[in-house]
């Protein structure tokens, strides 16, 4: 684990935006496999959005909201969010490796130490 750093998190009004940038290793970017998880208090970790060689998924409560982007000569990985809502309120930590919505990784997994987003009423 480790070998990913997220930033850009920060309190916002509801119908903001926020950009997370996620950046780290090339053993990671090598991965096909990339994601934005989030962990709200009390609530399970949650894949926002993924994407891969196949194309980009997202989590049915932020499509046509949020957009996933990555640039492997930079190393970075983006999530841009807009129309925030307050249930978008969680911790929000990328991932390499993941194969889906359950975490499990492969051939290996990386994992950032995530970064608050919290949106107000």
């Known amino acids: 684990q480790g070998q990913l750093v997220e930033s850009g998190g920060g309190l916002v009004q509801a119908g903001g935006s926020l950009t997370l940038s996620c950046t780290g290793s090339?053993?990671?970017?090598?991965?096909?496999?990339m994601g934005w998880f989030r962990q709200a208090p009390g609530k399970q970790r949650e894949l926002v959005a993924g994407?891969?060689?196949?194309?980009?998924n997202y989590a049915d409560s932020v499509k046509g909201r949020f957009t996933i982007s990555r640039d492997n000569a930079k190393n970075t990985l983006l999530l841009q969010m807009n129309s925030l809502k307050p249930e978008d309120t969680a911790v929000y930590y990328c991932?390499?490796?993941?194969?889906?919505?359950?975490?499990?990784?492969?051939?290996?997994?990386?994992w950032g130490q995530g970064t608050q987003v919290t949106v107000s009423s």
């Open positions: 994407i891969s060689s196949v194309g980009t």
């Open positions: 991932n390499a490796g993941s194969l889906g919505s359950s975490g499990i990784c492969y051939p290996r997994c990386y």
């Open positions: 090339g053993s990671a970017f090598s991965l096909n496999r």
